[in-house]
């Protein structure tokens, strides 16, 4: 009987696993979908801007815009409506919508010899309190919460190196096919 048990409490954790993934595929599907509409702006009162961020620069700017009290309230506010029920799948979605794979692709959320540290960036601060402020609750405390956003965080920019890498790679192979035609 205990084996049953085991087994389905296996089941169940699979399904709630896949689920969340699913749950992540339809966000990010959605998220294409509407991206190729209308991009989003943000008026971070430097300049209009539009998301994702497509350079560091763009980043640093906002980050610079972010020391002010009222833009950093409209950024939160506007990374709340960003979020959906879950903050492990929330803190994936924001950060893709937020920035481009180029750009992500030149941070970890700690940093390294080679990368930034988006930890450090007004910006990621502003993400974690905006998930935190929408999911801080009896049940879950705030060192936890801060868990359930870096955990994500450090997935995604493994997510998107993978992605550059094999992204490097077929552009690799595709001219390599090209050298060969074309010295035949």
């Not at 998930?131 to 955990?151: A, H, M």
Request: hydrophobic share 30%; with cysteine.
């Amino acid at each position: 009987m205990s084996s049953a048990i085991t087994d389905l409490t296996k089941t169940m954790n699979n399904i709630s696993s896949a689920i969340t993934d699913l749950n992540v595929n339809v966000n990010q599907l959605l998220f294409k979908c509407n991206e190729r509409e209308k991009p989003h702006q943000f008026d971070c009162r430097l300049s209009s801007q539009q998301f994702p961020l497509s350079s560091e620069e763009e980043l640093q700017m906002l980050d610079t815009g972010l020391s002010q009290k009222e833009t950093r309230d409209r950024f939160i506010a506007m990374v709340t409506r960003l979020s959906s029920d879950d903050p492990k799948t929330s803190t994936w979605f924001v950060l893709s919508h937020l920035l481009t794979p180029e750009v992500a692709s030149k941070f970890t959320l700690l940093g390294s010899s080679s990368k930034r540290a988006l930890q450090k960036c007004k910006f990621y601060g502003c993400i974690r309190s905006a998930l935190t402020n929408r999911f801080l609750s009896s049940s879950v405390n705030e060192k936890d919460l801060g868990k359930l956003c870096d955990i994500p965080t450090q997935g995604y920019f493994h997510d998107i190196r993978d992605k550059m890498i094999k992204r490097n790679r077929r552009k690799q192979d595709h001219n390599s096919q090209d050298d060969y035609l074309n010295s035949q």
